[in-house]
């Protein structure tokens, strides 16, 4: 399957669901772990950066460009599905450059974030429309690009601010948004206001995937979630053995 068959199979994946069927996008950190979750069936798998940088030692945010898209290019080449991948901002790449990193990689969907990391900050919301607007340009329908809307995460409450970039981003040729840690109970009004399908983070001790489709969530995503999740298990295997299992 070429790569714009990949993304156009990916795009598919978020339009005519059901809202308790929303799309479940695994985020895996490795190539052990995409195959884990490609053979149990999911139609797609995605990256978090968060996941990633813990498995090559690094804190979130920290791992180098090239690491990580070396990274996505494994996971990429250990499945057959598509694979969407989280680049953080950008990496400080032109938007030509992130596009053909991405393609080298292989992956065909991408998160993109409007937090700037020098400053810890939002961007502007016209320029990172604008920046969006260059991505979309370089890659035409071969990415299916997830635009990250970092004001809830910032610790903005305004609807209508998450509203604004929302139909900034769409406009810029984005396919889906990604209102990071909007709350549950907002979820319906956002739904329903947005021009794109949402994507949601499912958290521990939140509602279940499907609770958040039901919500109004089309696509739901882990973060470092299930990563955090593998290790706690691995941590209590390695206890285990450290205290005299026998088996």
């Not at 400080?92 to 992956?107: I, N």
């Not at 305004?158 to 840690?181: F, Q, V």
Request: proline residues 6%; hydrophobic residues 50%; negative net charge.
């Amino acid at each position: 399957m070429t790569a714009a068959a990949r993304a156009a199979t990916l795009r598919a994946l978020h339009h005519d669901r059901r809202p308790a069927d929303p799309l479940i996008l695994p985020n895996v950190w490795d190539a052990a772990s995409a195959r884990v979750f490609a053979n149990a069936g999911f139609p797609a798998l995605a990256t978090p950066s968060a996941g990633i940088a813990a498995s090559l030692g690094y804190a979130d945010g920290e791992t180098p460009a090239d690491e990580m898209f070396a990274a996505i290019a494994r996971i990429v080449r250990a499945v057959d599905v598509p694979v969407t991948a989280d680049v953080e901002a950008g990496y400080g790449l032109s938007a030509g450059e992130l596009v053909g990193r991405l393609a080298e990689a292989g992956a065909v969907g991408c998160n993109l974030e409007d937090s700037d990391h020098a400053t810890g900050a939002l961007r502007d919301p016209q320029e990172q429309a604008d920046w969006l607007a260059e991505v979309r340009a370089e890659a035409g329908e071969a990415l299916v690009v997830n635009a990250r809307i970092d004001t809830f995460l910032r610790g903005g409450t305004d609807l209508d601010a998450a509203l604004e970039r929302a139909h900034r981003y769409a406009a810029a040729g984005a396919d889906c948004l990604y209102p990071i840690l909007a709350p549950p109970e907002l979820l319906p009004e956002l739904a329903a206001a947005a021009p794109l399908p949402l994507n949601a983070l499912a958290k521990a001790g939140g509602p279940a995937p499907r609770e958040l489709g039901a919500l109004g969530a089309t696509r739901i995503t882990f973060g470092g979630g299930l990563h955090h999740a593998a290790m706690t298990t691995l941590a209590a295997e390695a206890a285990r053995l450290r205290d005299g299992a026998d088996s």
